[in-house]
């Protein structure tokens, strides 16, 4: 069995990929600052309730899930530097982009290369076409090559799917085309009894989703060796993937307080 990540503190690098909305954005790191929170919930549960269970996941040296996780950098692509229709491979790209000393300026650091504790999120803007994407994935995690970025790295990523595919990457937010949904995959159906994006939006409500659907697979099983159920390591049947149904009416909207038609806001 492989190893999970267990390190003392689990630093988070985010690469904003393309053209993003600053409000998308702040969600975005709301929620991700929430799951090592220490302040007590008003109500049950909470994000970081929710991750004190995924840490319980340990290794073959009995060591757990990190419990602190911390945003250690951000960098901002937003010259499309591998272009607007990625490969599964690009994404790795992407990454050894962001790590280059070249690519620091002054309004734009490069990030560290840390195989020790970092985990590298790639988030892709509305605009950017993956693939896969939209097709048969909502996000996917690995870990890099070195001859392409120079280390094994563990990393994710999550596409925002409002404008491609929102039926079927932010559902229960947005119906799927085949079930009646208007606009663009049912981002507008009163007649449906929807559930409200408890942010506001449609497509990073459901990135959250996916974004806490990976950051819960990649922490146990990074290299692909760890947790995961079936005879593939290829095509493995992971932790978030196990629990389906509860993932996207459970652990997916994770609230601290509900509100009249629609879950409350991620803490």
């Known amino acids: ?17 393309g053209n993003w909305n600053p409000t998308h954005q702040s969600t975005i790191i709301d929620f991700l600052l929430s799951l090592s929170s220490s302040s007590s919930s008003s109500s049950f ?29 951000e960098y901002y692509d937003t010259i499309y530097s591998h272009g607007n229709s990625l490969t599964r491979l690009d994404i ?11 690519a620091t300026t002054r309004r734009r650091p490069s990030l560290p290369l840390n195989p020790q504790s970092g985990l590298y999120v790639v988030l892709t ?36 799917s409002g404008t491609q595919c929102p039926g079927m990457c932010a559902y229960p937010f947005a119906w799927p085309k085949y079930n009646g949904g208007g606009g663009g995959g049912g981002l507008n159906n009163p007649s449906k009894n929807l559930m409200g994006a408890p942010n506001g939006d449609v497509g990073v409500d459901g990135m ?18 760890a947790w995961y159920a ?26 601290r307080e509900s509100v009249q038609g629609q879950m409350g806001k991620w803490v």
């Not at 069995?1 to 990929?17: D, E, H, K, R, T």
């Not at 790795?92 to 070249?102: D, E, G, Y």
């Not at 605009?127 to 097709?135: E, L, P």
């Open 1 to 17: 069995m492989g190893p999970v990540l267990a390190s003392q503190v689990l630093n988070l690098y985010i690469i904003w990929y």
């Open 45 to 73: 549960p909470s994000v970081s309730d929710w991750w004190r269970t995924v840490r319980l996941y340990t290794d073959q040296t009995g060591s757990n899930i990190t419990d602190t996780l911390t945003l250690s950098g």
């Open 92 to 102: 790795q790209s992407i990454i050894k982009t962001a790590i280059s000393p070249t």
């Open 125 to 160: 803007s509305s605009d950017v076409k993956v693939q896969d994407f939209c097709r048969a994935v909502c996000g996917f995690h690995y870990f890099t090559f070195p001859a392409v970025v120079g280390a094994t790295l563990p990393y994710f990523w999550v596409g925002y």
């Open 208 to 225: 959250i989703s996916v974004i806490a659907h990976e950051l819960a697979e990649v922490s146990s099983n990074p290299l692909v060796n």
């Open 230 to 255: 079936g005879d593939d390591p290829t095509s493995p049947t992971e932790i978030a993937d196990l629990c389906w149904c509860l993932w996207v009416w459970w652990w997916g909207w994770i609230c």
